[in-house]
């Protein structure tokens, strides 16, 4: 018997709320970019999930960004003070095969796979490749090779020393909200060894690029425990990153180095790219108003635990078009 097979699937809603609050000075156009629909997955399916918009004059038009992930584009085109943009999910995760890292190739045949050489490569490969180069948030440097090369060791699996990557960001460096923001670069991360998960993840993937590994930034949830004998809160959670990284066998493989752990059942995913840039939940232009930073609330609850009601209010009040990728 596998050792998914005594796993049961787990049913989340999961609410995301983004709310700019009325200021008193009128917002007269805004165009925003969203990222907050799941997406579907061999181990992740997804029952009704939508977006709703306050004030409800917005035009929202659905589709797929450049990643295959669900995105939506989000107009505003009559002035308005304050916006609440609330994604609602009904999404379930099922078990998914574990793999055995140590039996991955070892790391170097892996980077010289990516060798230029005459001939057809297979489009898994091909698409690896997106992720095997420096992007806005994730440099290649010296520096950053060499903390991959720390447990890179020569001929080393190269799941099994990912993992041993995972780890030793987990056990080197200190979860701190306080410690960086959403500009910090890898380097802050590296120097202050301290940083939230958006920062471990872009650190890990900047370290295995930097050797000639393809990793992708993950974007999600993350199912936590709340105080022991309390209830749940609603609104208390917030968004999570961690890294696939690319193995012939067996494909895009996950890691998690906030918490050392390989993603399962309480991963929720919502998409992947790059870095963060290409998957921030919420981007946008506007015209009017005043600066203010957002008020950002996140539920992820067990369907099991729903309290009676549940927690959904149903499809958004939208002007709705049809898809379309963006001018």
């Given at each position: 018997?596998?050792?998914?097979?005594?796993?049961?699937?787990?049913?989340?809603?999961?609410i995301?709320?983004?709310?700019?609050?009325a200021?008193?000075?009128?917002v007269?156009?805004?165009?925003?970019?969203?990222?907050?629909?799941?997406?579907?997955?061999?181990?992740?399916?997804?029952?009704?999930?939508?977006?709703l918009i306050?004030?409800?004059?917005?035009a929202?038009?659905?589709?797929?960004?450049?990643f295959?992930?669900?995105?939506?584009?989000?107009?505003?085109?009559?002035?308005?003070?304050?916006?609440?943009v609330?994604?609602e999910?009904?999404?379930?995760?099922?078990?998914?095969?574990?793999?055995?890292?140590?039996?991955?190739?070892?790391?170097?045949?892996?980077?010289?796979?990516?060798?230029y050489r005459?001939?057809?490569r297979?489009?898994?490969?091909?698409?690896a490749?997106?992720?095997?180069?420096a992007?806005?948030?994730?440099p290649?440097?010296?520096?950053?090779?060499?903390?991959?090369?720390?447990?890179?060791?020569?001929?080393?699996?190269v799941l099994?020393?990912?993992?041993?990557?995972?780890?030793?960001?987990?056990e080197?460096?200190?979860?701190?909200?306080?410690?960086t923001?959403v500009?910090?670069?890898?380097?802050?991360?590296?120097?202050?060894k301290?940083g939230?998960?958006?920062?471990?993840?872009?650190?890990?993937?900047?370290?295995?690029r930097?050797?000639?590994?393809?990793?992708?930034?993950?974007?999600?949830?993350?199912l936590t425990?709340?105080?022991?004998?309390?209830?749940?809160?609603i609104?208390?959670?917030?968004?999570h990153?961690?890294?696939?990284?690319?193995?012939?066998?067996?494909?895009?493989?996950?890691?998690?180095p906030?918490n050392?752990?390989?993603?399962?059942?309480?991963?929720?995913t919502l998409?992947?790219?790059?870095?963060?840039?290409?998957?921030s939940?919420?981007?946008?232009?506007?015209?009017?108003?005043?600066?203010?930073n957002?008020?950002?609330?996140?539920t992820?609850?067990?369907?099991?635990?729903?309290?009676?009601?549940?927690?959904?209010?149903?499809?958004?009040?939208?002007?709705?078009?049809?898809?379309?990728?963006?001018?």
């Open positions: 018997m596998s050792e998914t097979a005594c796993l049961n699937p787990i049913r989340y809603c999961i995301h709320e983004t709310e700019y609050p200021c008193g000075v009128a007269s156009l805004a165009q925003h970019l969203l990222h907050l629909m799941p997406r579907a997955l061999p181990h992740q399916t997804l029952g009704d999930c939508h977006i306050e004030p409800d004059q917005a929202l038009r659905e589709g797929l960004d450049a295959g992930n669900p995105v939506a584009w989000l107009a505003l085109e009559t002035p308005h003070d304050g916006l609440l609330r994604a999910s009904d999404v379930t995760v099922h078990p998914r095969p574990v793999p055995d890292l140590a039996e991955s190739p070892p790391w170097e045949m892996v980077r010289d796979g990516f060798n005459p001939g057809l297979s489009p898994e490969s091909l698409e490749q997106r992720y095997l180069y992007s806005p948030r994730v290649c440097a010296p520096a950053l090779a060499q903390l991959a090369l720390e447990v890179f060791t020569p001929e080393a699996p099994q020393a990912a993992e041993a990557l995972m780890a030793l960001i987990f080197d460096f200190t979860f701190d909200p306080e410690a923001e500009g910090s670069s890898v380097f802050d991360v590296l120097e202050r301290r939230v998960c958006q920062d471990f993840a872009h650190l890990m993937i900047a370290a295995l930097s050797i000639g590994l393809p990793a992708r930034y993950m974007s999600g949830y993350l425990a709340p105080p022991p004998g309390k209830p749940r809160l609104g208390a959670d917030a968004s990153a961690w890294v696939a990284v690319w193995c012939p066998q067996h494909g895009w493989v996950e890691f998690d906030t050392n752990i390989r993603p399962g059942l309480h991963h929720v998409g992947w790219g790059r870095d963060f840039q290409d998957v939940p919420l981007r946008g232009v506007i015209l009017g108003g005043v600066a203010q957002p008020e950002v609330r996140v992820v609850m067990p369907w099991a635990e729903m309290p009676e009601g549940g927690l959904m209010r149903g499809p958004a009040p939208l002007a709705e078009v049809p898809a379309q990728a963006p001018k």
